[in-house]
């Protein structure tokens, strides 16, 4: 039986451009190192890119793509590798926030596709918790691949594969899950469902950051990324609500390219003398 991910699937294809374009990726690996290298992208799609890179990715993990062509700069969440040839990894990323059209190319028209198609069933192969949810491009792309793709389970509290839940068994009730002991639950922190719907918005970085504010410009360590903003750590005590300029990831003696945020809440850190500042993007 043909299933709801092939159907969409066929029904995308003119949507892809196979495309090289020249762009510069930055971010963190799969063992926490610091990375920036120009590489291409092999795919278009208006919900993100499928790209070469020599570095080994984590799923989930976000990154800075700029492109060479244009010098837009977005944020894109590594979908899942796909491929692996000579020149290195090939990876699916999509954009964190939507973009009208990020490559400055002309897609198909988008089809027009029954709210059945739109949202589909997947489960966790792990803890077999469903989830009705919509895939972008990438993601269709990196099932069709892959034929799981990678998700943040809440009830796991770390991202794991997901799978479709096919026709015949979607009327079936799913596996049951494995229950926690109850000397576990009890003593589990009140802390812990927060902190998991925390991961589930924003995913941990480590490269720097470029404030500028006030005519001067201070180097500061940025911890998250979100598609609302940015967590960094600075010795300057910001104030809350005031507009700055920043640059992410920055390395110094490389073309950076600013945008503004709002600093939205600042906590200081008395036993290390710095200020955790969390900062949201500013719409122009």
Same mark, same amino acid.
């Given at each position: 039986?043909?299933?709801?991910?092939?159907?969409?699937? %066929?029904?995308? *294809?003119?949507?892809?451009?196979?495309?090289? $374009? #020249?762009?510069?990726?930055? %971010?963190?690996?799969?063992?926490?190192? #610091?990375?920036?290298?120009?590489?291409?992208?092999?795919?278009?799609?208006?919900? =993100?890119? %499928?790209?070469?890179? &020599?570095?080994?990715?984590? #799923?989930?993990?976000?990154?800075?793509?700029?492109?060479?062509?244009? +010098?837009?700069?977005?944020?894109?969440?590594?979908?899942?590798?796909? %491929?692996?040839?000579?020149?290195?990894? &090939?990876?699916?990323?999509?954009?964190?926030?939507?973009? $009208?059209?990020?490559?400055?190319? !002309?897609?198909?028209?988008?089809?027009?596709?029954?709210?059945?198609?739109?949202?589909?069933?997947?489960? @966790?192969?792990? @803890?077999?918790?469903?989830? &009705?949810?919509?895939?972008?491009?990438?993601?269709?792309?990196?099932?069709?691949?892959?034929?799981?793709?990678? *998700?943040?389970?809440?009830?796991?509290?770390?991202?794991?594969?997901?799978?479709?839940?096919?026709?015949?068994?979607?009327?079936?009730?799913?596996?049951?899950?494995?229950?926690? #002991?109850?000397? !576990?639950?009890?003593? /589990?922190?009140?802390? &812990?469902?927060?902190?998991?719907? *925390?991961?589930?918005?924003?995913?941990?970085?480590?490269?720097?950051?470029?404030?500028?504010?006030?005519?001067?410009?201070?180097?500061?360590? @940025?911890? +998250?990324?979100?598609?609302?903003?940015?967590?960094?750590?600075?010795?300057?005590?910001?104030?809350?609500?005031?507009?700055?300029?920043?640059?992410?990831?920055?390395?110094?003696?490389?073309?950076?390219?600013?945008?503004? /945020?709002?600093?939205?809440?600042?906590?200081?850190?008395? /036993?290390?003398?710095?200020?955790?500042? =969390?900062?949201?993007?500013?719409?122009?």
């Amino acid at each position: 039986m043909t299933t709801i991910v092939q159907q969409r699937t %066929g029904q995308r *294809r003119s949507k892809r451009i196979a495309k090289s $374009v #020249p762009i510069v990726l930055s %971010g963190s690996d799969i063992e926490g190192q #610091p990375f920036s290298e120009q590489t291409k992208t092999l795919v278009l799609s208006r919900d =993100g890119a %499928g790209v070469l890179s &020599t570095k080994k990715l984590a #799923p989930q993990a976000v990154l800075i793509l700029r492109c060479v062509e244009n +010098n837009k700069q977005a944020a894109v969440r590594v979908v899942d590798q796909v %491929g692996r040839t000579s020149e290195g990894y &090939t990876y699916g990323v999509a954009f964190l926030e939507s973009s $009208v059209n990020f490559w400055d190319v !002309e897609f198909a028209p988008e089809p027009e596709t029954d709210a059945r198609a739109a949202r589909m069933l997947f489960e @966790c192969t792990s @803890c077999h918790d469903r989830k &009705t949810i919509s895939p972008n491009d990438v993601e269709l792309d990196v099932y069709a691949i892959n034929k799981t793709v990678p *998700r943040y389970c809440a009830n796991c509290g770390v991202p794991t594969s997901w799978r479709e839940v096919s026709e015949a068994d979607a009327s079936a009730p799913a596996k049951d899950k494995q229950e926690k #002991p109850q000397s !576990e639950a009890r003593e /589990a922190p009140k802390s &812990t469902h927060q902190e998991n719907r *925390r991961k589930d918005v924003r995913a941990r970085v480590n490269f720097s950051a470029c404030i500028r504010h006030s005519g001067s410009e201070e180097i500061v360590a @940025c911890e +998250n990324l979100s598609r609302g903003g940015f967590c960094f750590r600075s010795s300057r005590r910001y104030v809350e609500k005031s507009i700055v300029e920043v640059a992410l990831p920055y390395s110094p003696g490389e073309n950076a390219i600013f945008f503004k /945020a709002r600093i939205v809440w600042v906590l200081e850190l008395p /036993a290390e003398k710095v200020f955790r500042c =969390g900062a949201a993007y500013v719409r122009v």
